[in-house]
């Protein structure tokens, strides 16, 4: 059973639409983040979060915000889709403090800019 | 220039044998974590080491740690179907919590 859930799994939209992919977990983690990943290459964190109302943009530039009003709730906003965005979208959380706690992933949206 | 190199990037091998993956870098971490991604999955951990020359076992897989904590390597002892995937390392940097993860290897085990 997952603790983190992402929402849509798949998403096909046209340019210029708005779209926001959804993030929530129930293990009650501080800190929660959102990569971005081309199939089967390497993740490129693109924001993070430390708490509520704390968000900070990542290592990778991304026309995307994010938002952190709940500590269960991380959502993803593109507010004008272009094919350059068509990637899979992963979101994790992790405990507050030390540096031996794992990352859990949600599933991940793939999504599709046509 | 990736912080954190792994390699091979792919390896394909039969049911049976063994393999190892390496992950290298010039800088010294806290941690590294090992983690496996299937297909259409997000990343799944499989194991933390924090100490310098530790080696850790999950089944058929073992996992060591560098003395310096510049490296570590994955092992995987008569490989399966199962075991395809990318494993991907990620380390922790002393001053900060967020993970560096490498490029990834892609495992292919063919029955």
């Known amino acids: 059973e997952a603790d983190i859930y992402q929402t849509p799994r798949y998403l096909v939209i046209g340019t210029g639409k708005k779209i926001t992919l959804e993030c929530s977990q129930t293990?009650?983690?501080?800190?929660m983040y959102w990569y971005q990943q081309d199939p089967g290459m390497e993740l490129h964190l693109i924001h993070y979060?430390?708490?509520?109302?704390?968000?900070e943009k990542g290592d990778l530039s991304s026309e995307s915000t994010v938002s952190r009003i709940r500590t269960e709730h991380f959502p993803l906003t593109l507010e004008s889709a272009r094919p350059s965005h068509t990637s899979q979208y992963l979101c994790?959380?992790?405990?507050?403090?030390?540096?031996?706690?794992?990352?859990?992933f949600g599933s991940g949206t793939r999504l599709t800019v046509v | 220039t990736q912080l954190l190199e792994q390699s091979p990037q792919f390896l394909s091998i039969q049911e049976g044998e063994n393999l190892t993956v390496y992950c290298n870098s010039s800088?010294?971490?806290?941690?590294l974590q090992w983690y496996r991604q299937e297909p259409g999955e997000g990343p799944v951990l499989l194991v933390t080491?924090?100490?310098?020359?530790e080696v850790k076992k999950l089944k058929r897989l073992t996992f060591q740690f560098g003395d310096a904590r510049k490296d570590s390597s994955l092992h995987i002892t008569a490989a399966q179907p199962g075991d395809t995937g990318l494993y991907l390392c990620?380390?922790?940097?002393?001053?900060?919590?967020?993970?560096?993860f490498g490029g990834g290897t892609r495992v292919l085990v063919k029955p």
């Open positions: 293990m009650g983690h501080d800190k």
């Open positions: 080491v924090v100490t310098g020359g």
């Open positions: 990620a380390g922790v940097k002393a001053a900060g919590n967020k993970l560096t």
């Open positions: 979060s430390y708490g509520v109302n704390s968000t």
């Open positions: 800088s010294v971490f806290s941690s």
């Open positions: 994790a959380s992790s405990r507050q403090g030390g540096f031996n706690y794992g990352y859990t």
